[in-house]
């Protein structure tokens, strides 16, 4: 699992330092490809079932036609790239159309967020926080995908539980 934000500055060439505590957990190589604003590292099984979902939301032809489907396929994909550590230093290269997509320039927030890791420009990071990490939000967010807890099934009764108040 990666947890955690560490704050790393880009060298001239694109590199930066992933943090020790991810590096053995990624394996030799993994996936760097474009997120919601940010850019996202996948290992390799977890590109793998990124992959497998998003091959279950149509078949190929569904892929060709369907501008949602279509979307999310160019989104994930075609920005995918192989990346590794180098033996030296731990560094990763980021190609010049990841940082440009991220608006990654002269530093970098790397964050754990479960099976995978985001990589931030830390002025993006801060915008999309404010923006997004309210209580409330993350409330909502919560709300929206997890199930609802006392919701009955059809035909599901009362147990002959009176109400308060006219029915």
């Given at each position: 699992?990666?947890g955690?934000?560490y704050?790393h500055?880009?060298?001239d060439?694109?590199r930066f330092?992933?943090?020790?505590?991810?590096?053995?957990?990624?394996?030799?190589?993994?996936i760097?490809?474009?997120?919601?604003g940010c850019?996202c590292?996948?290992?390799?099984?977890?590109?793998?079932q990124?992959?497998?979902?998003?091959?279950?939301?149509?078949?190929m032809?569904?892929?060709l036609?369907?501008?949602n489907?279509?979307?999310?396929?160019?989104h994930?994909?075609s920005?995918m790239v192989e990346?590794s550590c180098?033996?030296k230093?731990s560094?990763?290269?980021l190609?010049?159309?990841?940082?440009?997509?991220?608006?990654?320039?002269?530093e970098i927030?790397?964050?754990?967020?479960g099976?995978?890791i985001e990589?931030w420009?830390?002025?993006?990071?801060?915008?999309y926080?404010?923006e997004?990490d309210?209580?409330?939000?993350?409330?909502?967010?919560?709300a929206?995908?997890?199930p609802?807890?006392g919701?009955?099934?059809?035909?599901?009764?009362?147990a002959a539980?009176?109400h308060a108040?006219?029915d």
């Amino acid at each position: 699992m990666f947890g955690g934000s560490y704050y790393h500055n880009i060298d001239d060439a694109g590199r930066f330092v992933m943090p020790h505590k991810f590096r053995f957990s990624l394996g030799e190589t993994f996936i760097v490809t474009k997120g919601v604003g940010c850019l996202c590292v996948f290992t390799d099984d977890t590109a793998k079932q990124l992959e497998t979902q998003l091959g279950e939301l149509g078949n190929m032809l569904s892929v060709l036609l369907d501008p949602n489907v279509a979307r999310l396929h160019r989104h994930f994909f075609s920005g995918m790239v192989e990346a590794s550590c180098d033996n030296k230093q731990s560094r990763v290269q980021l190609t010049p159309e990841h940082r440009g997509y991220a608006g990654i320039t002269s530093e970098i927030v790397v964050r754990g967020c479960g099976n995978f890791i985001e990589l931030w420009a830390p002025d993006a990071l801060e915008k999309y926080e404010a923006e997004n990490d309210k209580p409330e939000d993350l409330i909502a967010s919560g709300a929206a995908v997890l199930p609802v807890s006392g919701a009955r099934s059809a035909g599901e009764h009362d147990a002959a539980v009176s109400h308060a108040g006219p029915d």
